[in-house]
T-cell receptor, first 111, second 114 residues
C-alpha cells in the first residue's frame, strides 16, 4: 500500500513549456485534490475531484488543467508554464469527508 | 483574503517547554478543524483534529483548544521535543456540495532546541 505517490519529485521548466504532474493513490479514495505551497502562504487548493469524470476549481485554478479518468489517477497539467508557477505541488486524497492524505510533493521551478 | 489566520510565523521553544500555535477563522460554516505537521521534504500529515461541538481534544502531548464564540483554536504541544521541530498548519473544513474542502493557515515553523 503506497498511499499517494507523485512524480516527478523535481522539475525545471522554461517559461512557456508545458508539463504534467502525476498523482496516483491506491486507497480507493473518491476525493483527490491538488495544492500548491508557497512560502508564507500555506497550501492553496488548485483543483479537486469528487470522483472519476468529475472535477472542479479551487482557490487558484488559473494556468492549470486537470482530468480524472480513473479513481486512482489525478494528473495536473501546466499548459504554458510561468515563473509565478514556481512552487511545491502536493496531491492529496481522501474518502468523501475523511482525512486528507498528502503525497510527498513535486518541487517545480520555472525559469 | 485569508480565511484562516495563523500565528506566530515561527517559534523557538526549549526542550521540555510548551509550544503554542494560534489560529482564527472567519467563516462560521467551517465544521472541522485539523492540524497538520510537515517535516522538510515531506507532505503534510494529519496530527490531530477537532469538531466545534467540543472545547478541547487531547492526544498524547498534543492538545487542541477550541473557542467557538471567539472563532479561535490553538495547538498546544506539551513537553516539546527536538523531534517535534517541523512546520505546523492549522486548517478549517466545510462541506461544499459533495466534498469537504480544506482552507489552510499560513504555517508555523517550530524549532525545539536542546
Amino acid at each position: 500500500n503506497a498511499g499517494v505517490t507523485q512524480t516527478p519529485k523535481f522539475q525545471v521548466l522554461k517559461t512557456g513549456q508545458s508539463m504534467t504532474l502525476q498523482c496516483a493513490q491506491d486507497m480507493n479514495h473518491e476525493y483527490m485534490s491538488w495544492y500548491r505551497q508557497d512560502p508564507g502562504m500555506g497550501l492553496r487548493l488548485i483543483h479537486y475531484s469528487v470522483g472519476a469524470g468529475i472535477t472542479d476549481q479551487g482557490e487558484v485554478p488559473n494556468g492549470y488543467n486537470v482530468s480524472r479518468s480513473t479513481t486512482e489517477d489525478f494528473p495536473l497539467r501546466l499548459l504554458s508554464a510561468a515563473p509565478s508557477q514556481t512552487s511545491v505541488y502536493f496531491c492529496a486524497s481522501s474518502t468523501q469527508h475523511g482525512t486528507q492524505y498528502f503525497g510527498p510533493g513535486t518541487r517545480l521551478t520555472v525559469l | 483574503q485569508q480565511q484562516v489566520k495563523q500565528s506566530p510565523q515561527s517559534l523557538i521553544v526549549q526542550k521540555g517547554g510548551i509550544s503554542i500555535i494560534n489560529c482564527a477563522y472567519e467563516n462560521t460554516a467551517f465544521d472541522y478543524f485539523p492540524w497538520y505537521q510537515q517535516f522538510p521534504g515531506k507532505g503534510p500529515a494529519l496530527l490531530i483534529a477537532i469538531r466545534p461541538d467540543v472545547s478541547e481534544k487531547k492526544e498524547g502531548r498534543f492538545t487542541i483548544s477550541f473557542n467557538k464564540s471567539a472563532k479561535q483554536f490553538s495547538l498546544h504541544i506539551m513537553d516539546s521535543q527536538p523531534g517535534d521541530s517541523a512546520t505546523y498548519f492549522c486548517a478549517a473544513s466545510m462541506v461544499t456540495g459533495t466534498a469537504s474542502k480544506l482552507t489552510f493557515g499560513t504555517g508555523t515553523r517550530l524549532q525545539v532546541t536542546l
